[in-house]
């Protein structure tokens, strides 16, 4: 294909187009909490990735204004508990609930025997699979601040029916259709 051929009409670069696009690409949903001073914070997210097995490591996104965001980056540790399609509702419940309200939905434990880092961090009983994450670099751009995090423990199983998010709407992963 030569590179004057027509194609797809090009559309501007800005934020509505960006958003009308990245809505149709799904993410799994994962709950973080963290607790710093005397309170404890969570919000449900689905701008996570890896980053390295060496160290095991991953990066997540989160908006400057969320109201866990001073309080991730003033503790530098959180628990990322990667949600089931069967707590669809769970999930949902964190999400609309005013900040303060958050941990009356589910069952929280603290995390116990950790390295100090670590040690005492809120997490969902009803994840799939926890990490416990220890920030390692922040990057603030545009309206996010990329944390970086490596990972210091892990419980659960391997996801095999993650609850996705995509459109606007909380879905699942069908094995096997195509």
Same mark, same amino acid.
């Given at each position: 294909m030569s590179g004057d051929e027509a194609g797809p009409e090009?559309?501007?670069?800005?934020?509505?187009?960006?958003?009308?696009v990245w809505r149709g690409f799904g993410s799994t949903v994962a709950v973080i909490a963290t607790e710093h001073g005397a309170a404890r914070h969570a919000m449900l997210?689905?701008?996570?990735?890896s980053v390295s097995m060496d160290p095991?490591?991953?990066?997540?996104?989160?908006? $400057?204004?969320?109201? =866990?965001?001073? %309080?991730?980056r003033g503790r530098g540790a959180f628990s990322l508990g990667l949600m089931a399609a069967p707590h669809r509702d769970l999930a949902s419940a964190i999400a609309e609930a005013p900040s303060a309200t958050r941990f009356n939905h589910g069952t929280?434990? $603290?995390?116990?025997? =950790?390295?100090? %880092?670590?040690?005492?961090?809120?997490w969902l009983a009803e994840?799939?699979?926890?990490?416990f994450c220890a920030i390692?670099?922040?990057?603030?751009y545009g309206t996010h601040s990329v944390l970086i995090a490596r990972i210091a423990g892990a419980i659960g199983e391997q996801g095999s029916d993650p609850l996705l998010y995509c459109?606007?709407?909380?879905?699942?992963?069908a094995a096997g259709e195509g």
């Open positions: 090009l559309r501007p670069g800005d934020a509505e187009t960006f958003r009308q997210a689905t701008a996570v990735s095991p490591s991953l990066l997540v996104c989160i908006n $400057r204004s969320a109201s =866990a965001h001073e %309080a991730l929280w434990r $603290r995390l116990r025997d =950790a390295e100090d %880092a670590i040690v005492g961090l809120p994840a799939q699979a926890t990490l390692d670099a922040s990057h603030d459109d606007g709407s909380y879905g699942r992963f």
